[in-house]
């Protein structure tokens, strides 16, 4: 599972994976074993290496507080693989990132760098489990940047493409 978080304004890439009865953490290239027991609703203990916490979750409206001992953490987790996580508000002003929504294979480039296009049009086609997924734009604009070309592999949450 592959997440986009983000702690107090900085932004990580955590990649979660459980083998062998153990919970594996790629955070920033990094790899760390992680043991996590859900100690009580909104409590989560982790032991890191030889360092055990306690976290502390708190939702306040629509924002996430993470409590480690006496000091707070304004978080947001982003599934990629969601549509919450791949769009942000289609009127929303500067440029979007079009990101592939599971691991697959690029098979089709529908707009070229500096094409004109509109919202929910198609701009890249990702194949993921013999499915072709159609990845649009989240907004009207113009194609600044493509990032992938046909027959490319892709990960859940790679940039495909930037509309401006």
């Known amino acids: 599972m592959t997440y986009d978080v983000t702690i107090d304004g900085k932004n990580y890439r955590l990649e979660?994976?459980?083998a062998e009865g153990r919970w594996w953490c790629r955070l920033d290239g990094h790899e760390i074993e992680v043991d996590a027991i859900v100690a009580r609703p909104d409590v989560l203990s982790l032991r890191i290496g030889n360092k055990a916490y306690e976290v502390k979750c708190?939702?306040?409206?629509?924002?996430?507080?993470?409590?480690?001992?006496?000091?707070?953490f304004s978080a947001e987790v982003r599934d990629p693989r969601s549509l919450r996580g791949r769009t942000r508000a289609a009127d929303a002003s500067g440029p979007r990132k079009l990101s592939a929504t599971m691991p697959g294979k690029v098979v089709r480039v529908l707009l070229q760098e500096g094409a004109q296009v509109d919202e929910g049009e198609g701009v890249v086609v990702?194949?993921?489990m013999k499915m072709q997924?159609?990845?649009?734009?989240?907004?009207?604009?113009?194609?600044?940047?493509?990032?992938?070309?046909?027959?490319?592999?892709?990960n859940a949450g790679d940039v495909l493409a930037i509309v401006e």
């Open 126 to 128: 990702v194949e993921a």
């Open 16 to 18: 979660a994976t459980r």
């Open 133 to 154: 997924n159609e990845i649009k734009s989240p907004k009207r604009g113009t194609i600044q940047k493509v990032l992938v070309a046909e027959g490319a592999a892709v």
């Open 58 to 72: 708190e939702r306040v409206a629509n924002d996430l507080h993470l409590w480690v001992r006496s000091t707070r």
